[in-house]
């Protein structure tokens, strides 16, 4: 038995709206959301809306499952816009596209960005993050590809980030 009660139980949704206003708004920064700003609160608090009406206290506390629905619901509308604008012909005086397609990309490294912090780990390591951080694979598919268990790439993936971790410091 748990000891949350789930955010439908203690609170209304104006209560919820009013104390999470923020994270909705930090969410924009996090994700280096800087057009349609609107259009993203309001995804935010879709999904604010969405954690409040499927939170299950018996499952764990309503902060972190806020986080994580309002993340989300910014994250699939990013998406969603980036693949509108793949798809789609545009001027090239039109600013937008090329905006959302930079933000979308900027966060993922390519092997230029991360060659320098290759060279000090092993075979096995740089499959790890280039897999990872390069094709956004999870272990489970890492590990298939590679033939070995999803316990060994968990090992790749300690490895790598405890050398890469003595190296920034």
């Known amino acids: ?11 209304s949704f104006e209560d919820i709206y009013q104390q999470y ?4 708004y930090g969410m924009l ?7 349609n700003h609107e259009d993203f609160v309001q995804a935010g608090y879709v999904g604010l809306w969405l ?14 499952y806020a986080f994580v629905r309002v993340s989300g619901e910014m994250l699939t509308m990013l998406k969603k816009d980036a693949n509108y604008y793949d798809r789609h012909s545009f001027s090239p005086n039109d600013q937008e ?9 900027s966060w993922m490294p390519d092997l230029d960005t991360l060659a320098p912090y290759l060279n000090m780990l092993s ?4 499959r790890w993050v280039i897999e990872h951080a390069v094709h956004d694979l999870p272990p489970r ?4 590809k ?11 993936r300690k490895g790598a980030l405890a050398k890469l971790k003595k190296y920034v410091k």
């Open 97 to 105: 596209p090329a905006q959302v397609r930079i933000e979308t990309e």
């Open 1 to 11: 038995m748990s000891n949350y009660q789930s955010a439908r139980q203690q609170y």
């Open 141 to 144: 598919m890492i590990a298939a």
């Open 21 to 24: 206003t923020p994270l909705v």
């Open 51 to 64: 954690a409040y009406q499927h939170h299950d206290g018996e499952k764990g506390p309503f902060p972190p």
């Open 146 to 156: 590679y033939n070995v268990s999803v316990e060994t790439v968990k090992g790749w």
């Open 123 to 126: 075979d096995r390591e740089q």
């Open 29 to 35: 920064k996090r994700l280096h959301i800087h057009s």
